[in-house]
């Protein structure tokens, strides 16, 4: 895409131990364009979290990128210095943890904390800060913002930290959003009502969103396109009507064949065999290869390469046919 925002090529983190290096993310590729959601989704293990984290450089030791670009506007985040991030987090980059405490001070009231968010990128009175951030609790769904902010995390319920959370990342508009499956506390409503939020702020200011998540029916609702994830690599990525209507890799369809959510009522819900290989235990090939139905003998072999057309690529020595998938 000529008009990404963020370019992410041969991306590679692994974990070190003492008897070697493995790779949580095993070069991976994608895009994400200015207004656009891309949702990436995959199995627990699958490398969805240590791909976001990588993306902002929060790989803590014994973990280490160790190869790759992320390109953000065209600027180089891999050698970009700890200042220069800083800068970048939590203004024109902001990021969405899946546990709210890993955001929130304990010590500090709600109030303190969004509004310094604010004004450690933006030049305007600590009253004007507390507006805005009263303006997004209500966005998010939280009643009397006023009196909230002058409350501290342990006051909230788990679900209202995290739309705290959520609110905290929105508050200066960012051109990039990477949300690490943000919605999983909430009920229903309240997700729904955060989703049509991050649409409109898509849509409205050109944020870019990378929406990582299990929940393929969030991903059906949200994202432009979908990536899918197994191994710490992308296995299948494209349109998200191309991918969830006629997805062509052998794992993406047992994804959607185990999801209660993407069959029809009275439909069988069936489970992809075996497990998810260990980091330290992945088979050579395909790394899907022991849990698939269409193996073949050069699965074992040969890593396949990505193939396709249309912008919808998968990387499968025997795709299920376009119309099979269908």
């Not at 405490?101 to 009253?127: D, K, W, Y």
């Not at 990477?178 to 049509?196: G, K, M, N, R, W």
């Not at 994202?223 to 197994?230: L, S």
């Not at 349109?239 to 009275?266: C, E, F, N």
Request: charged share 20%.
């Amino acid at each position: 895409m000529s008009d990404a925002l963020l370019e992410v090529r041969g991306l590679r983190t692994v974990f070190h131990a003492l008897d070697g290096a493995w790779p949580a993310v095993d070069g991976v590729d994608f895009n994400v364009a200015r207004g656009e959601v891309l949702g990436l989704v995959g199995e627990s293990g699958s490398g969805k979290s240590v791909t976001g984290f990588s993306l902002v450089r929060l790989i803590d030791p014994p973990g280490e990128i160790v190869s790759g670009t992320i390109s953000f506007d065209g600027e180089d985040l891999l050698g970009a210095s700890e200042e220069r991030l800083r800068a970048l987090r939590g203004d024109r980059i902001a990021m969405i943890f899946q546990d709210p405490l890993m955001t929130l001070n304990p010590v500090l009231s709600i109030g303190e904390q969004m509004s310094e968010a604010i004004l450690e990128h933006r030049a305007c009175s600590r009253a004007e800060a507390l507006a805005k951030a009263a303006e997004a609790l209500a966005r998010v769904g939280i009643s009397s913002p006023e009196a909230r902010l002058r409350q501290f995390p342990h006051e909230f319920s788990g679900g209202m930290r995290q739309r705290v959370a959520i609110a905290t990342a929105l508050l200066n508009a960012p051109d990039l959003i990477i949300a690490d499956e943000p919605t999983t506390a909430l009920d229903v409503t309240i997700q729904s009502q955060i989703l049509f939020e991050v649409q409109k702020l898509s849509r409205e200011t050109g944020t870019a969103v990378l929406w990582i998540t299990h929940d393929l029916a969030v991903v059906a609702e949200l994202a432009d396109r979908v990536a899918v994830m197994y191994a710490g690599r992308i296995v299948e990525i494209g349109p998200v009507d191309q991918v969830l209507d006629a997805p062509r890799h052998p794992y993406t369809i047992g994804l959607l064949k185990s999801s209660a959510t993407m069959v029809a009522p009275g439909e069988r819900l069936h489970q992809i065999d075996g497990v998810a290989p260990r980091i330290d235990a992945r088979p050579s090939g395909c790394p899907f290869r022991p849990r698939c139905l269409r193996v073949q003998p050069i699965c074992a072999d040969e890593d396949p390469a990505a193939t396709g057309q249309g912008g919808h690529s998968f990387r499968c020595h025997n795709p299920v046919p376009a119309g099979d998938a269908a």
